[in-house]
T-cell receptor, first 112, second 114 residues
Framework: QKEVEQNSGPLSVPEGAIASLNCTYSDRGSQSFFWYRQYSGKSPELIMSIYSNGDKEDGRFTAQLNKASQYVSLLIRDSQPSDSATYLCAVRGNQGAQKLVFGQGTRLTINP | DTGVSQNPRHKITKRGQNVTFRCDPISEHNRLYWYRQTLGQGPEFLTY????????KSRLLSDRFSAERPKGSFSTLEIQRTEQGDSAMYLC????????????FGPGTRLTVT
């Protein structure tokens, strides 16, 4: 079992709709959770961090965390063509762990 | 520009040669990380520095890889006797003491070993 799993996609969503991206992780002691956006040929860009159960909203983005289910998601409201990218879920493990473990990413395409 | 910078951006080398990459973190970021990313995969952790101390090193990092961060500022990653399997994007990230786990990536160095 991979430590962090994402559906690789591609996920195709019409412009203006809600895009929903999902991620599961295997280490129950994981402490911190992040979403990165990566455009083709570019490096990952941090867009959201979440540390406790529940929802965290930032503009059109909402991160959701459920530690009991070992599940984290990212919702993108009012999707725009510029949101087309690969979205990487990253997890920091137990206390003291510094590294991030990334999923393989979900490729999202927003169709005009 | 106050982002993480990496040099060179691209490096083509022949198998068996040594290469060195440089990373300059965001000013005041005391933590620095190296990752490697291959096509279709997420970044894989290589090593981590807090100030000048190298505190964690992945088992992925063979003896051919070495990293330094003298004086806790810029960092270098050296690969000796490169192999074709070393071809990848090498990413550097840094984080701020007040938000130590939020890592900001540089543009990366794309290595091609022929």
């Amino acid at each position: 079992q991979k430590e962090v799993e994402q559906n690789s996609g591609p996920l195709s969503v019409p412009e203006g709709a809600i895009a929903s991206l999902n991620c599961t992780y295997s280490d129950r002691g994981s402490q911190s959770f992040f979403w990165y956006r990566q455009y083709s040929g570019k490096s990952p860009e941090l867009i959201m961090s979440i540390y406790s159960n529940g929802d965290k909203e930032d503009g059109r983005f909402t991160a959701q965390l459920n530690k009991a289910s070992q599940y984290v998601s990212l919702l993108i409201r009012d999707s725009q063509p510029s949101d087309s990218a690969t979205y990487l879920c990253a997890v920091r493990g137990n206390q003291g762990a510094q590294k991030l473990v990334f999923g393989q990413g979900t490729r999202l395409t927003i169709n005009p | 520009d106050t982002g993480v910078s990496q040099n060179p951006r691209h490096k083509i080398t022949k198998r068996g040669q040594n290469v060195t990459f440089r990373c300059d973190p965001i000013s005041e970021h005391n933590r620095l990380y190296w990752y490697r990313q291959t096509l279709g995969q997420g970044p894989e952790f290589l090593t981590y520095f807090q100030n000048e101390a190298q505190l964690e090193k992945s088992r992925l990092l063979s003896d051919r890889f070495s990293a330094e961060r003298p004086k806790g500022s810029f960092s270098t990653l050296e690969i000796q006797r490169t192999e074709q399997g070393d071809s990848a994007m090498y990413l550097c990230a840094s984080s701020y003491p007040r938000a130590p786990y939020e890592q900001y990536f540089g543009p990366g160095t794309r290595l091609t070993v022929t």
